[in-house]
């Protein structure tokens, strides 16, 4: 396939990063030269923990029990009164993910996404945010998964664990490797290699700094070139994080993570629909609208420091301040129907429009907790509060357009249109949106009291947030709660109920100038969670009752003139109430180990009209298994395959989007030190399945046959 020229710039940055790299690796070995690593196993120093820190050996491979995600301190989720999901690393690493996307497809029931080219999802039918070691930020990119240690899915709201009062439906948190707890070094590097021009490696490494393992190291460093599947499409990926943990005396540690991450690419990855009929186009295979030289750019830094104090087992208090920052800027050649089609549906031309965008976005934040556990007669208590200020959330944003030629399908080759100059012929170029814009800053404080009675089988809970009038957009302040209850008759079940509210200030006006009204939610919850024979069953089940009142959603309206305007509109309530369901298991069967992992999900969103939204997913089921041999001549061989069902959703908007099922299979061989992983996704080579989309001229379709071969080493 023919591909664009590549910016200089970001040719030139894998070297800057691998001599970054390489100086940090000379830095630390010369360091860490000082440290006599007589450490074994059986003797390790284990260190200090607190109630902030999340910490376990898991019994199987694929079952993780503790969360910060909860409550806001680190718990048992059989302790708390909200459906999580948590994807640990050893999951990810076995569906041989590249992405969010890549995950999902086989866990998280209720998550879906609505793009392909940035973390962009929904979860029970409410579009969402994700957040970056529980502080919320604007995803603009797909996060890339080398120096994530598990995802974590927390439905419902969240206001009491991340100050997001926004957040209805849940949040995805990608929680970051962390340093080993102990003076072991240990670190991995993994190769990649695939199917149209994929390669690429990362590498980490985690170690202690100094002789006794009171400083102690985590770095990161990985690279990916992507040719897509289509003409013109490409993606490349760069990322360099590490984190330092140090522990200044048995009462005090200090966390530091900095670390970043840059995309350059053209995302084809879409196609068009026919405003009248919504009906998928049609298109060749290899077949895209991307010009040669479209391009999208993005750059994303963060950088966090973390101060915790735990004198006692019983108190701890931490202060935290993080920075975001992220920069996107692209040129593309967007298909635009509503300039002009001729022929539909057949779409022989189909009109287009030049995107020049840029944005740049910081946001700062402020946090403080404390967790204090006490006896109260026979009850036993554990209060959490805190305040967090948002010090600034700015976005600059420079948006132009011009109006190209068109795409003629049956010549697509004469077709590519010529990428005017803004300088040289300004007047082509229409000016959308420019300036800067500073988000209501403010604080909010929170307090949660969690009441363990009767030899804890019973846990009552209940808290509040309270959001400052200077954070609101009426100037009014508001308080966010949420209860909940869990019983646990033993060690491994629990059934628990949730209540819980939203709250998001809006401020301007949609795309018909009528103003934002803030919006409010609701959500009830009752399920049960089990954790069985030591780890090898376990699972959560439950019903879900919410709505949203109003919603913001993005429509499509096409004018007197044939031009489709399209953009957020503010709507009326939303609903959503049904069933889901996520179930582990681990079994040692003849010479070998078969874990499986189970996606139900059964749900019926509504609109205020009664209708079906658009793009809200109302079923998805989904199956992973993995056979390993344990022993014998073919001991480490390792088979598996998923299967991955969207039930029909058609959906009241853009597009009608009828139902698939994707399957992948597993081949590998795990040594003592190294693995070797096969990966084949889609492989009936599915090409018109509907993931998502944004408008009738961007529509996202699930990747065709993919294959990925992994080698790692471990030490």
């Not at 701890?316 to 920069?327: D, K, Q, V």
């Not at 959330?393 to 803004?422: C, E, H, M, Y």
């Not at 040594?671 to 009936?684: E, I, R, T, V």
């Amino acid at each position: 396939m023919k591909k664009p020229t590549r910016l200089s710039a970001t040719t030139n940055y894998p070297v800057r990063m691998i001599v970054s790299f390489v100086l940090i690796g000379l830095f630390l070995t010369e360091l860490r030269a000082q440290v006599t690593e007589k450490a074994k196993s059986e003797n390790e120093q284990i260190l200090k923990l607190d109630a902030f820190t999340v910490t376990e050996k898991q019994k199987t491979g694929w079952n993780s029990q503790q969360t910060f995600s909860g409550s806001r301190v680190a718990q048992n989720i059989m302790n708390i009164p909200v459906s999580i999901s948590i994807i640990n690393e050893n999951y990810i690493k076995a569906l041989g993910a590249n992405s969010l996307f890549d995950v999902i497809n086989y866990s998280a029931a209720s998550v879906n996404s609505r793009v392909t080219y940035r973390d962009d999802f929904t979860i029970r039918g409410f579009r969402e945010a994700p957040a970056l070691d529980g502080v919320p930020f604007t995803s603009l990119d797909k996060t890339p998964l080398w120096d994530i240690d598990r995802i974590e899915v927390v439905k419902g709201p969240t206001a009491l664990v991340y100050g997001n009062a926004a957040v209805l439906g849940g949040t995805i948190n990608y929680v970051t490797k962390r340093p080993n707890q102990t003076t072991l070094r240990s670190g991995d590097l993994s190769v990649l290699t695939g199917i149209n021009g994929r390669y690429g490696f990362n590498i980490t490494e985690r170690a202690p700094l100094t002789q006794d393992g009171k400083i102690r190291y985590r770095l990161t460093a990985g690279v990916s070139e992507y040719d897509g599947f289509r003409d013109y499409e490409f993606e490349n990926y760069r990322l360099l994080s590490g984190s330092v943990d140090w522990t200044v005396n048995e009462d005090i540690v200090i966390q530091v993570d900095v670390g970043g991450h840059r995309s350059h690419r053209a995302d084809a990855n879409r196609s068009l629909v026919d405003p009248k009929t919504q009906r998928l186009a049609v298109f060749p295979d290899g077949f895209t609208t991307t010009a040669d030289w479209g391009y999208q750019d993005f750059e994303f830094f963060r950088g966090k420091v973390e101060a915790i104090y735990a004198p006692n087992r019983n108190f701890t208090a931490r202060i935290l301040y993080s920075s975001l920052e992220g920069t996107y800027d692209y040129e593309i050649a967007q298909p635009f129907p509503g300039l002009r089609v001729a022929e539909a549906p057949n779409y022989v031309t189909v009109g287009q429009r030049l995107l020049d965008y840029h944005q740049k976005e910081e946001k700062r934040d402020l946090q403080g907790d404390i967790s204090w556990e006490f006896n109260l007669g026979p009850s036993k208590h554990q209060l959490t509060a805190g305040a967090a200020e948002l010090v600034n959330d700015n976005r600059a944003l420079d948006f132009w357009t011009a109006t190209l030629g068109d795409i003629i399908i049956k010549d697509p080759v004469s077709s590519r249109p010529q990428k005017p100059s803004r300088s040289s012929n300004s007047s082509t170029f229409t000016l959308l949106a420019k300036g800067n814009k500073t988000y209501n800053t403010g604080w909010s404080g929170y307090i949660n009291d969690a009441v363990t009675l009767f030899d804890d089988r019973l846990i009552l809970s209940a808290g509040t947030r309270f959001i400052t009038a200077g954070a609101t957009n009426d100037g009014k302040s508001r308080n966010v709660s949420r209860y909940g209850i869990v019983y646990k008759p033993n060690q491994n079940f629990s059934a628990f109920g949730a209540y819980g509210k939203s709250f998001q200030p809006l401020s301007g006006f949609d795309i018909l100038g009528k103003p934002y009204v803030d919006i409010t939610g609701e959500n009830k919850e009752v399920g049960v969670k089990v954790n069985l024979f030591g780890g090898r069953l376990y699972g959560t089940i439950s019903y879900f009752d919410t709505f949203k009142d109003p919603v913001v959603t993005q429509k499509e309206m096409v004018t007197s003139t044939g031009v489709i305007v399209y953009g957020n509109v503010q709507t009326a309530k939303e609903t959503n109430k049904g069933f889901e369901a996520e179930v582990g298991t681990s079994l040692e069967i003849g010479d070998g180990q078969l874990m499986g992992f189970l996606v139900f999900y059964d749900a019926d969103p509504r609109d205020a009209k009664g209708l079906r939204p658009a793009r809200a997913t109302s079923k998805r089921d989904s199956i992973f298994t993995r056979y390993e041999l344990k022993k014998g001549s073919l001991q480490g061989f390792t088979i598996g395959a998923g299967v991955s069902n969207y039930g029909d959703s058609v959906g009241t908007g853009i597009p009608i989007q009828p139902g698939y099922t994707l399957y992948n299979g597993v081949l590998g061989y795990n040594a003592k030190n190294w693995s070797l992983m096969l990966n084949m996704d889609n492989l009936s080579n599915v090409k018109d399945a509907i993931m998502g989309s944004e408008a009738s001229f961007s529509v996202n379709l699930a990747p065709p046959l993919d294959t990925r071969l992994t080698y790692t080493y471990r030490w």
